[in-house]
């Protein structure tokens, strides 16, 4: 035993001299391979790159709100009648940028659409650790007015009572070019302030020909929830607001489309200061310039925008507008498709007069057009539900008749009544009859005038009573009988 314990001795004793010259042959070995090894250079480049990043979160997110929507909308596949607006109690939740520290938020005008009611619920600055998350209980969430909303541009614009909000700027003046690395910031899925990135894929996407709409395409995701949100450049700029993707399969493929900041701003400074969106309107129309098209219409370019139609009396006709007139420029801007035309007119200030500048043959003319104002019209009668105005026994929302609703109806014969805005959910046999739009006019014989009048008629029923119902439906005069209580 002795002699294997000297021999363990001894190997414990010479191990650390063996081990120590090793280690030694090992750093030698390791300092000649250093000499040779070349530092990456863009390892400073990334970690600045991050750093960057992660510096441009934490100044742009306090500024980003979400936006929790709760009101009536219509029911998916509840009803094959396109003329029946039947509508459910519906929760959204989207996004929207703070423009203004006295609690001014921009966002989508299908976030709030039908909204009955709108809560903000305001940032919590981010941690670097679970113990650093605020409860949910903790989160400031304050009550929003709706200004006002822009159904064309998808904009609205709403008001907390709060100030000394951090604000983004808007990048109206910044060029946005093809490839700029671009953060998406909103609430997807209700997952407040997140983050993602992406480039800007197009500057200029035009989806629907007929419409003035262009927009910002980004391969940054963005999923439901993001509506509403901004697309920022690493400046910490808002080169767009987040609108919509296109999909197959429901959720981000990289086709992100975003408002241009030029078109926020001139939304928003409409309805602030009017609470709605007045447009530059000159009776006439336009259409894009093809090579088939100047060929036979003997036009001196194949490209660009030609008049095609003037108004008579119209302001375009009192200039001096004329039919195949090529457009050239609008407030010095030069025009090269019909989006561009379409959009400075859009854009152009209601109450100044347009300066149009036209080819005609061979000469150039200038023209100047007093503008006229253009107000949209509201078309939905579903943005009228008020849920007090619900009539449970009949199963419909009412609405008393008013000037604005009129407005959103077919020229009605009689100017008085209660009008039908929407179905509800509570439907039986016999209003199944009655559809948005119908204005409902007497009550077995009796002149409605009223919706607490109608209340109290129906009130007053017995069971199994005959009810006739005189409505004008799209122009039309006709009644709706039942038995109370059916």
């Known amino acids: ?36 090894r070349v530092e990456p250079r863009s390892s400073d480049a990334l970690r600045q790159f991050d750093g960057s990043l992660v510096a441009l979160t934490k100044r742009i997110s306090p500024a980003v709100v979400e936006i929790m929507v709760s009101g009536y909308g219509p029911a998916a596949g509840t ?36 909204a009955q009611k709108i809560r903000v619920a305001l940032p919590e600055p981010d941690g670097t650790s679970p113990l650093d998350m605020p409860p949910e209980g903790k989160r400031k969430v304050l009550e929003a007015k709706l200004v006002g909303t822009h159904k064309d541009t998808d904009l609205a614009l709403l008001k907390v009572d709060a100030h000394n909000l951090p604000v983004l ?8 070019y093809p490839g700029e ?6 609430s997807p ?3 407040q302030t997140s983050v993602t990135m992406g480039i800007v894929s197009s500057v200029w996407r035009q989806p629907d020909p007929d419409k ?18 901004p ?16 999909t197959k399969g429901g959720g981000s493929e990289g086709l992100g489309f975003a408002i241009p900041s030029r078109t926020i701003r001139f939304v928003y400074q409409n309805l602030r200061q009017y609470g709605h969106v007045d447009r530059t309107e000159i009776q006439s129309s336009a259409q894009e310039i093809t090579p088939t098209l100047a060929q036979g219409l003997g036009l001196s370019q194949d490209w660009g925008v030609v008049i095609s139609d ?18 050239y420029s609008v407030d010095g801007q030069q025009i090269v498709g019909l989006p561009g035309f379409t959009a400075a007119l859009y854009m152009h200030p209601p109450d100044e007069t347009l300066t149009l500048v036209v080819l005609r043959g061979s000469q150039r003319i200038s023209l100047l057009i007093p503008a006229q104002q253009h107000r949209d019209e509201e078309d939905d009668l579903a943005d009228f539900i008020d849920p007090h105005n619900l009539i449970g026994r009949l199963g419909v929302f009412v609405l008393d008749f008013s000037d604005k609703l009129s407005a959103a109806l077919p020229s009605p014969r009689i100017s008085s009544g209660v009008v039908v805005v929407a179905q509800s959910p509570e439907l039986n046999s016999f209003t199944s009859n009655l559809h948005a739009g119908d204005i409902i006019h007497s009550f077995n014989q009796t002149p409605v005038e009223s919706v607490q009048q109608l209340r109290s008629m129906l009130h007053s029923m017995k069971p199994e009573q005959a009810i006739v119902l005189q409505i004008e439906r799209a122009g039309k005069l006709q009644y709706v009988a039942f038995n109370w209580g059916d």
């Open 310 to 327: 003037v108004a008579p009396d119209g302001p375009a006709a009192q200039a001096g507008v004329r039919v195949r007139d090529i457009v």
């Open 169 to 176: 700027p808007l990048g109206v003046t910044r060029p946005v």
């Open 181 to 186: 690395v671009v953060l998406a910031v909103g």
């Open 212 to 229: 003035a709409m262009v927009y910002i395409q980004t391969d940054a995701p963005i999923n439901p929830g993001n509506s509403g949100g």
């Open 1 to 36: 035993m002795k002699s294997l314990f000297l021999f363990a001795a001894l190997t414990i004793s010479i191990f650390p001299v063996a081990a120590e010259e090793a280690q030694t042959r090992r750093a030698a070995s390791a300092a000649a391979i250093d000499e040779t």
């Open 231 to 246: 697309l920022v450049d690493l400046d910490g700029y808002v080169v767009g607001l987040n609108t919509f993707i296109l």
């Open 189 to 191: 899925e209700g997952l």
């Open 79 to 114: 009803n094959g009648n396109d003329n029946v607006d039947l509508v459910v109690r519906q929760n959204a939740i989207g996004s929207g940028i703070i423009l203004d520290p006295d609690g001014y938020i921009i966002t989508n005008a299908h976030v709030v659409e039908r």
